[in-house]
């Protein structure tokens, strides 16, 4: 079955100090993978998709399917980051990770 | 519309009680989710509709869950007999083809069952 881990529940760092976020998945297959980011008081939006191997807001996730990972980082985070972060694999279903809350600090 | 648009934005129910909470898609799109997501919790997926058809349901925790789409748009997910468990917040997306895009998120119905 898909099962995404998300194994840290909140990460707390300074303004410009680099930000990663972890993102275990378990499937054998080849699911998409997907970043979603949801802002206080806002609705869950797409960050990014590992197909599209693209870079939003600085944020870039490579899939590394040796380690069955897709970890979301950014050099020098900013405070408008924060903000609560899941991931997401999709094969047959769009399954969910628990989140991980983004505190960064001024 | 714009996006998905979901109400009631919050709705206290008391125990034993029906609820429906709708959902109205962006226009167009064929494919509608629905997810339930508890506090702490990631979004766990329910249901998804193709248009008016209901391809899984794997995801409804009981038989009290029941959800419809009868004109393939507007969508209601209707619980009976509410219990405490039931307290989360449903969340509905649409996508524009089945699988193969990103999903547009509503804001979500806050549910609190006392």
């Known amino acids: 079955a898909q099962r995404v881990t998300q194994p840290e529940k909140l990460l707390s760092v300074f303004k410009g100090a680099p930000v990663e976020l972890k993102c275990n998945y378990s499937y054998s297959g080849s699911p998409e993978l997907f970043w979603y980011v949801q802002y206080s008081r806002q609705r869950l939006q797409l960050l990014l998709r590992?197909?599209s191997r693209e870079s939003i807001k600085g944020f870039t996730a490579d899939l590394n399917k040796g380690e069955t990972s897709f970890h979301l980082k950014k050099p020098f985070a900013q405070e408008e980051d924060s903000a609560m972060y899941y991931c997401?694999?999709?094969?047959?279903?769009?399954?969910f990770g628990t989140g991980t809350r983004l505190q960064v600090f001024p | 519309g714009a996006g998905v648009s979901q109400s009631p934005r919050y709705k206290v129910a008391k125990r034993g009680q029906d609820v429906a909470l709708r959902c109205d898609p962006i226009?167009?799109?064929?494919?509608l989710f629905w997810y339930q997501q508890a506090l702490g919790q990631g979004p766990e997926f329910l249901t998804y509709f193709q248009n008016e058809a209901q391809l899984d349901k794997s995801g409804l925790p009981s038989d009290r869950f029941f959800a419809e789409r009868p004109e393939g748009s507007v969508s209601t997910l209707k619980i009976q007999r509410t219990q405490q468990e039931d307290s989360a917040v449903y969340l509905c997306?649409?996508?524009?083809?089945?699988?193969?895009?990103?999903?547009?998120f509503g804001s979500g119905t806050r549910l609190t069952v006392v």
């Open positions: 997401a694999s999709r094969t047959d279903k769009l399954i």
């Open positions: 997306a649409s996508s524009a083809t089945g699988w193969s895009f990103g999903y547009t």
């Open positions: 226009s167009g799109h064929v494919s």
């Open positions: 590992h197909i």
